[in-house]
């Protein structure tokens, strides 16, 4: 069997865009969860909706809707994809205490949308300068040739 590798990655090791031209366009979805964890009285100003900066989780859902956008711009080596559809869902959590948060991205098209799923935050660190984003990565992924593909319970976020 062949020993795993980098796709982005040349044999010479440059650093390239993979080739995706020759691959089937399929609908492809990717879901991402990430924490924003940060201290009860911030969460409470969150919810109530009194940060200075305003609406935080209508801004950050506008915020994540535009990065999974302009992922391609932002993320070097990244192919430009035309988005069906794009979900952030943010929701309070108490017991962190903070945001989870859930991003959708889909399209049809020969390569994936996990990138365009990654994406959020940073409005409250005036009234919590020690938040911390945690916990961000891939939840599940449909489509192309691996079909669909979930984060196994053993490799929790």
Do not use: F, Y
Request: hydrophobic residues 45%; neutral net charge.
């Amino acid at each position: 069997m062949d020993e795993p590798r980098l796709s982005h990655v040349d044999e010479s090791g440059r650093a390239r865009m993979v080739d995706v031209s020759a691959k089937a366009a399929t609908e492809r979805i990717a879901v991402a969860e990430g924490r924003v964890r940060c201290d009860g009285p911030t969460l409470n100003l969150v919810m109530a909706g009194e940060i200075g900066k305003g609406d935080v989780l209508g801004t950050a859902r506008i915020a994540g809707v535009m990065a999974a956008k302009r992922t391609a711009e932002l993320i070097p080596l990244c192919h430009p994809l035309a988005l069906t559809h794009i979900a952030v869902d943010l929701e309070p959590d108490v017991r962190l205490p903070g945001v989870r948060i859930l991003a959708t991205a889909r399209c049809v098209g020969p390569t994936g949308v996990e990138m365009e799923a990654l994406t959020v935050v940073d409005m409250i660190k005036a009234a919590d300068r020690w938040a911390v984003v945690e916990g961000v990565g891939l939840v599940r992924k449909q489509g192309g040739r691996s079909g669909l593909v979930e984060r196994p319970p053993d490799r929790p976020l």
